[in-house]
């Protein structure tokens, strides 16, 4: 089976400007989690879809946006860029049945903005 | 805040059983452990995770105290390919409002 898939794997942007980030789950999988990462922070949880609802969300600004397809794809997009929004995005997929919820994580986007 | 502590960093010879410790004092009755590891710039891969008995697979083992304050994650012979840095955290797999919170981790170094 297919893992989780993101893209683009690498991204250069500079302030200001938008980006829109792609996650493919493992087939099967409904629930799409994403997460941004950061040498300070850490790993920080941004939202989860399920189902195309957003059904969870982290303490992140209205600049962080997501959504999610009918197929379970799902998107994030962050607007107004800012210099801290360099960060590697990690999007992870679970089946969203309750049961145990092991996420899958994709390799990552990591993006850079000047 | 995530609810485990790790040691910062730790090393291990290659080919020896690498024991990673993880304190979860305040761990609930239906909380789950979970370990995953992160080599450089990658995403996190998932390890192993267990509720209150030991569990083993194909990449390592866990071991959870009978208190479940504490567990262990056993590398039985640490390769080279095993550098990186491990994250323990506990979730309860119904509760979508937590996610994975992941803390700082440990830095495991296997040396040759």
């Known amino acids: 089976k297919a893992g989780v898939t993101q893209t683009p794997r690498y991204l250069i942007k500079t302030r200001g400007q938008q980006v829109t980030l792609s996650c493919s789950p493992i087939s099967g999988h409904r629930s799409v989690s994403w997460y941004q990462q950061t040498p300070g922070q850490g790993l920080q949880f941004l939202f989860e879809y399920f189902s195309e609802t957003q059904r969870n969300k982290g303490n992140f600004p209205g600049r962080f946006s997501g959504r999610q397809f009918s197929n379970s794809r799902s998107e994030m997009n962050v607007s107004t860029l800012e210099l801290g929004d360099s960060a590697l995005y990690l999007c992870?997929?679970?089946?969203?049945?309750?049961?145990?919820?092991?996420?899958?994580f994709g390799p990552g986007t990591r993006l850079l903005v000047l | 805040d995530a609810k485990t502590t790790q040691p910062t960093s730790m090393d291990c010879a290659e080919g020896r059983a690498a024991n990673l410790p993880c304190n979860h004092s305040?761990?609930?009755?239906?909380?789950?452990v979970y370990w995953y590891r992160q080599i450089h710039s990658q995403g996190p891969q998932y390890i192993i995770h267990?509720?209150?008995n030991n569990e083993t697979n194909e990449m390592a083992s866990l071991i959870i105290t009978e208190d479940r304050k504490s567990s262990t994650l056993i590398l039985p012979h640490a390769t080279l390919r095993d550098t990186a840095v491990y994250y323990c955290i506990v979730r309860v797999p119904r509760d979508y409002g937590q996610n994975f919170v992941f803390g700082p981790g440990t830095r495991l170094s296997v040396l040759p």
């Open positions: 992870a997929s679970s089946l969203g049945d309750g049961r145990a919820e092991t996420q899958y």
């Open positions: 267990g509720l209150k």
């Open positions: 305040t761990i609930s009755g239906n909380e789950y």
